[in-house]
T-cell receptor, first 116, second 107 residues
Framework: GAGVSQSPSNKVTEKGKDVELRCDPISGHTALYWYRQSLGQGLEFLIYFQGNSAPDKSGLPSDRFSAERTGGSVSTLTIQRTQQEDSAVYLC??????????????FGSGTRLTVV | GIQVEQSPPDLILQEGANSTLRCNFSDSVNNLQWFHQNPWGQLINLFYIPSGTKQNGRLSATTVATERYSLLYISSSQTTDSGVYFCAPNAGNMLTFGGGTRLMVKP
């Protein structure tokens, strides 16, 4: 597509429920990133996918968080047993080549998650 | 990991004024981007600038990688420039974001 698409744009869930957030990167972009932005804060790295390589999961805050990327394209971020502190905007970005000197990130509009 | 400090944290300008935003980082980097987050939350890539100087209209950016800092210049500011400006250097697999500079341009 023309840009990075994320869905849903807003999600309200009850504490303890599982949620799935979707990211559809720009066609042809091999690198995909998930970040989290809490209210009034900067962006916190969560996970990075590059092609068929094993993902860099070093930013995931707990084992309740997981992500997958199917066929090198669409990615799903899953949060199990959601807690109130999980409330944030979850942002996805893609780039032509992760770590490349020549290409920048393009971000989606994000999913605003509210856990009540 | 790399540490990123942005200054000032908050800035209020009168429309038409110029400003300089600064980003200091703690390690050598192979990539650095500046982003503008508009009031609706969308992050817009302003510059990809691992070194040197680039200009785009009223905005320009300079990165001095050897001294580990980058500057974003905004000239003749407009109300539409309001929002948060993030610096994000890359020293590994991903960009690390600073805390941002929150800019408000008053008419």
């Amino acid at each position: 597509g023309a840009g990075v698409s994320q869905s849903p744009s807003n999600k309200v869930t009850e504490k303890g429920k599982d949620v799935e957030l979707r990211c559809d990167p720009i066609s042809g972009h091999t690198a995909l990133y998930w970040y989290r932005q809490s209210l009034g804060q900067g962006l916190e790295f969560l996970i990075y996918f590059q092609g068929n390589s094993a993902p860099d999961k070093s930013g995931l805050p707990s084992d309740r968080f997981s992500a997958e990327r199917t066929g090198g394209s669409v990615s799903t971020l899953t949060i199990q047993r959601t807690q109130q502190e999980d409330s944030a905007v979850y942002l996805c970005a893609s780039s032509l080549n992760g770590g490349s000197l020549n290409y920048g990130y393009t971000f989606g509009s994000g999913t605003r998650l509210t856990v009540v | 990991g790399i540490q990123v400090e942005q200054s000032p944290p908050d800035l209020i300008l009168q429309e038409g004024a110029n400003s300089t935003l600064r980003c200091n980082f703690s390690d050598s980097v192979n990539n650095l981007q500046w982003f503008h987050q508009n009031p609706w939350g969308q992050l817009i890539n302003l510059f990809y600038i691992p070194s040197g100087t680039k200009q785009n209209g009223r905005l320009s950016a300079t990165t001095v990688a050897t001294e580990r800092y980058s500057l974003l210049y905004i000239s003749s500011s407009q109300t539409t420039d309001s929002g948060v400006y993030f610096c994000a250097p890359n020293a590994g697999n991903m960009l690390t974001f600073g805390g941002g500079t929150r800019l408000m341009v008053k008419p």
